[in-house]
């Protein structure tokens, strides 16, 4: 019996399949992934060779809604990425809504599409600024109470961070959130 020999599509393909199927322009996509649009096009044209940075194939590959390892130039980081919960909760509204990373990351302004980006691929937290939770929940249609649940967990996380006990303070922070809760929902 023979065994098919599978060859891997070069990452620069993959790229150029992927721009051209969704109708993706080379320079949104540069503003997403965080590379300049001149980059971008080298890359496509084979000009440079395909980044072997891992922040960069990990951007690439969260747009592009695939695991960064199916471009043979990754190598996984030494560290590990954490997936905050929220992060998760943001990709399953992503799943509900049938929304693709292309089509969320182009309802927002230009300058935070490649801050989503780090989110998304675990790099960086959901945002502390409750505005900002509000359009994330906006473009993923989260009730008003969904959104508060996701900043109240984020608020908690810098608490901890930075140096305080949440057990040992539980009744400051229940007042706290609860007062909070109740201008944040009115004001909604």
């Not at 790099?123 to 939770?133: F, G, R, S």
């Not at 961070?161 to 004001?187: Q, R």
Request: aromatic share 8%; proline share 4%; net charge neutral.
């Amino acid at each position: 019996m023979k065994t098919k020999q599978i060859i891997q599509q070069k990452s620069s393909e993959m790229v150029a399949s992927f721009l051209e199927k969704n109708s993706l322009h080379k320079r949104d996509f540069a503003e997403m992934i965080g590379v300049t649009l001149s980059y971008v096009y080298n890359l496509i044209d084979e000009t440079v060779p395909f980044s072997s940075r891992s922040t960069t194939i990990e951007r690439i590959a969260t747009v592009m809604e695939i695991e960064p390892d199916e471009f043979i130039e990754y190598r996984i980081p030494q560290e590990p990425i954490l997936i905050d919960e929220a992060v998760n909760t943001i990709k399953e509204y992503l799943k509900e809504n049938k929304l693709t990373v292309v089509n969320f990351l182009k309802s927002f302004p230009r300058k935070k599409r490649l801050d989503m980006v780090d989110i998304l691929r675990g790099a960086m937290p959901i945002p502390v600024d409750y505005k900002e939770l509000q359009l994330i929940g906006k473009t993923l249609n989260m009730t008003d109470s969904e959104v508060y649940s996701l900043w109240e967990a984020r608020m908690k996380q810098v608490l901890q961070a930075a140096g305080m006990n949440i057990y040992s303070n539980s009744a400051i922070l229940s007042a706290m959130f609860d007062c909070t809760k109740k201008v944040m929902l009115k004001n909604s």
